[in-house]
């Protein structure tokens, strides 16, 4: 078996917090009309755990960890029009406050997935860029 170190975390518009503990605001501001739903997150949280008690495992939902130190570097990208938006953002901070390098980012006027959309927003060719700038640096700072 083969053990790898963890390089960089990329975290696009990612589900951080699966039961929802943090309360984030953008689940009920963003709760409808904008791709995502706070209903479909629900419908994904029940078809991606065995049962409902691994939601508050930190390996299921990170922003639930009670230590991020030791984490390595990270990419943040959330979106303003995103019930997931809040989860991002506040993971980055933590991480922030545990000493890891973040690069945060929030795109706004843009909805969850908006990423995927590198044909036809700006900012999802910015965000592409980002995201490659980041990951060259981080890995070229590994292979030296």
Not at 47 to 76: D, F, H, M, T
Not at 105 to 111: D, L, P, Q, S, T
């Amino acid at each position: 078996m083969h053990k790898f170190k963890l390089v960089y975390q990329v975290i696009i518009n990612a589900m951080l917090d699966l039961p929802g503990v943090t309360e984030p605001k953008s689940r009920v501001e963003n709760a409808e009309g904008y791709r995502l739903t706070t209903k479909g997150i629900e419908w994904f949280v029940s078809r991606y755990l065995n049962e409902a008690s691994e939601a508050r495992s930190p390996l299921a939902s990170p922003l639930l960890a009670e230590y991020l130190g030791e984490l390595p570097p990270a990419c943040v990208i959330t979106s303003e029009y995103d019930p997931l938006r809040d989860e991002g953002e506040m993971y980055a901070q933590r991480l922030i406050a545990a000493g890891v390098d973040v690069c945060l980012k929030r795109y706004n006027g843009v909805i969850h997935g908006f990423f995927n959309m590198q044909e036809t927003l700006e900012e999802a060719q910015d965000a592409l860029a980002l995201v490659c700038a980041m990951l060259a640096e981080a890995f070229g700072k590994e292979l030296q």
